[in-house]
Every structure is written in C-alpha cells, then in structure tokens.
C-alpha cells in the first residue's frame, strides 16, 4: 500500500505580470478522500487547478503525485499521471454518442472496431462499478445534464484517472440530480479514488467533503476537517470578516399589480417554442422568484418583458400599459430595469472604462450631455458616487471593465440599474460566479427594493438564493409554469416541480 498522500502541492507560485495568483500554495490531499477547495473570485482556485491539470506552468514549486515529483507540461500529461477534469462547461461533442465521447481521443489504435467492442465492454464495467448509468448508444444532445456529466466522469475513468477534479459540479444540476452526483462521489472515494471538488456552495462542502481547504487572495489560508468546522467559519475564512449568510428581511406589504403576464408564448430563432402560454403577476412591495433547471424558458422570458426579443402571441402590462414588443430604451423610460443573466454579453461592455458602463443605456438623458456632446465629468462623478456607495473594488472609475472581478462587474451592473430607482426590477441569475461577499451585499441591495415598494422578478438557478429572497415562487418547466410554492417550500418538492416530475397539486 502506498503511504504518500494522492497530491502535495509545495510552494507553487504564479504570477501573471504584475498579478499574483498564487503565492506559496502548500497542499495536502489524502488519497481516497474528497477535498475541498473554496474561495472568493479571484482567491486563485483556478489557477491553482489549472496548474495541477496543466493548462498553466507554476513558476515556482513542485507537484507530487503518490510522492512522485512529476512535471506536468499539458493536459495530457495530467492524464498520464491519472489527473481527470470535469469542466464547469461540459467539453462534449453534442452530436456524438455517449460512447464516442468517451472514446474520443482514446480510440485504441487503427482498428476502430475492435476499439469500440472493447471500449463499451470497459464502459459497461465503470457504470456498473460506479453507479454512472447512462445508455452509450445515445446522442449527448439528447440526455438531461446531470446525464451528460455523467458521461464527463465517464471519460475521466476510461482514461485512467485516480484523481479528479470538478469545478462547480452542481451548477446546472436540479437538487435530485446533485444528490446523485454527490453519492456517485462517495462511491468514486469508497473505491479509493481522490476527488478535489472546487465549488462557491458552502453548505454543499459540509455535505460531500472530507476536509476543506480555503484560499483567500492567492493564499491558502486554512485547511480544515469537515466535520470540525462550520459554514459561518469557512465563510468568514474567505472573505476576512463576518458574513451574514441569511437574508434578513421583514414580511411583504404587496401592492398593487406592476407586471402582468397574459397568455405569453415565445420562440426562439428557429421557431421553437420556448415559453409556452405563461401567465403570473407581480405587485409592488414583493419578490416573485421564478425557479427552473436553467434552459427551460426563463431566459426566453426575461428577455421578452425586457424587449430584447419579441413574443410570438400574449400580453405584457407594466403599471397598466401594454409594453409587449417595445424596445428596450422605451421599457427603461417607462420604468422598467434589467440586470441580465450574462452580464458579459448584455450587461457589460468590457472594454469600456467602468465609467461609461456605468451609464450604459442611460447615456441619451440630458443630465448626462446634449446629442453625441456628453458630459464627461458629470458622469464620472456619477461613477464615483456609484463606487463609493456599493463598494466596487478597485475604486478606479477610469479601469477598464474587464479588469475587475466577476462580483465587481455584477456590482457595475446592479448599481446602474437599481440607482435609477425603477418601478419594476427584472434580474437574471443575480450572482453567477460572484464570491459570497459580494452575494450579501447583493441580497440587500434587492431586498432594500422591494421594502421601497418596487416590484421584483427574479430568476435563478440557485435555488437556495430563490427560496431565500422572494416572497412566492413560480416554478417553469419546458417553458410551462408548472405551479407556485411558498419560500417555506420543502427542497425536494421544488427540486420534483424543476424535474417536470410534479406539479404544486401532486408535488407532496
């Protein structure tokens, strides 16, 4: 038996220019457990796996693998030395079957066919042994996402791997499916396989990890057993002070009807259809959480009231007046803000100073300048004001908007749409890939809305933060809204509504 741990990280370095990604990692990782890594965006979690899987070179340090030093040049040395990935984005070809993906780059030499007979021989073996069953005969676009990651562990084992590494394994996956995901893991670790598991989802670390590592600004911080720590430790390990981790808000007071949806159906650009005869309401004074497995219409939706995309047949009212089909600048004179699910293609300009994204849409008011004559100091101030108030970090009204965090970019973003004061708040996915830090601070911000009497729509796919912040649930399924639930609503009951399995009348 060897004794050595399945990993040791010692002092490994990285820099890119003036950056420091990571400083003098040290890491342990016993075999046949599961660990562990968090941190907020930009602690250097990536990197260090993209280090360890080879897509990065460290610059500094050694990587021991079962106590041998090994050099790992690329991702296929990372296979040789038993290192599996399974990526955030499946690197799946969709039109490909489960047994051609995994064969894929591994097809055994020229004789394809007898690659194949042997190749789905050793498949039927791992899903057996593994508990991964998925049919190889089928076309990957065809398979739920839990399935398809399924195929991804798949693809790791047939080559080899002892260790493997998931980054954020859960985030497209119904709770049912990550439950299954997470007894698939125990049984990878029961089987003597290490498992390094990168996820922001605290209370997901204190259920599957035996010990947790926390990195904090390129540093490891800390490594603790899972069973001797506590969420609200591993929370305040990663941001450096207390986080409160629940959303604190009094009763509703709803008012009035601000959104009405009537009969609303939506296509996409090849016809198909998207959101399916979709009614509900919202009034002020309240959060309406829209639940789903992501892909199910609720981008289809959001884009539909915010006039990005027009529906095919239904109604659409905002405090009363008919908006379906108005554009998008006509919405905001009207009352309405969006903070969009991807702030990179909807919300951001990149490339633009933090400044001008922080009027971005806004820019034609004539507090702002006349015609193509803006007033650049009075924007900029405006910035300030903006930066000072939600704490946007760096506090450089002049940097380039790709070069702040992915939790400062959403804050660029909440706070031009939010500081408008709006009647009606429509937010996508309101912290994807935002730090924990950053998530209260947002949390806040949208509940501080709705106790102004704004009526808020919000969509996600997290469903902790859509029980934690709204006041009713709606939940859609294949574009239909399959019934409502209370916040109070048992998990597993929303998890069956996600799933198509249950409505709210069969649910229990």
Known sequence: MNPHPAIELAGIDKSFGAVHA???????????SIHGIIGENGAGKSTLMSI????YQADRGEIRIDGTPVTIRDSQTAIASGIGMVHQHFMLVENFTVLENVMLGAEGGQLLAKGVTGARRELKRLETEYGLD???DAIIEELPVGKQQRVEILKALYRGAEILILDEPTGVLTPAEADHLFRILKVLRDQGKTI???????REIMAITDEVSVMRRG????TRKTAQTTVEELAELMVGRRVLLRVEKDEAKPGRIMLSVKNLTVKDSRGVTMVDNVSFDVREGEILGLAGVAGNGQSELLEAIAGIRKPASGEIHIDGQPVAGLDPARLRQIGLAHIPEDRHHMGLVLKFEEYENAVLGYHREPRYGRGALLDLNAIRKEAEDKIAKYDIRPPNPRLKTANFSGGNQQKIVVAREIERDPKMLIIGQPTRGVDIGAI????R???????AQKAVLLVSVELDEIRSLSDRIIVMFAGKVVGEQTPDA????????MAGIATRENAA
């Open 22 to 32: 990571n400083k003098n990692i040290n890491l342990t990782v016993a075999k046949g």
């Open 52 to 55: 360890l899987y080879g897509f």
């Open 134 to 136: 998925v049919d190889p």
């Open 196 to 202: 390094l598991l990168i996820t922001h989802k605290l």
């Open 219 to 222: 540093e490891m911080v800390a």
């Open 440 to 443: 209260e601070f947002i949390h």
């Open 445 to 451: 911000r949208i509940v501080e809305m709705r106790d």
């Open 490 to 497: 048992d998990e597993q009951t929303l998890g069956l509504m």
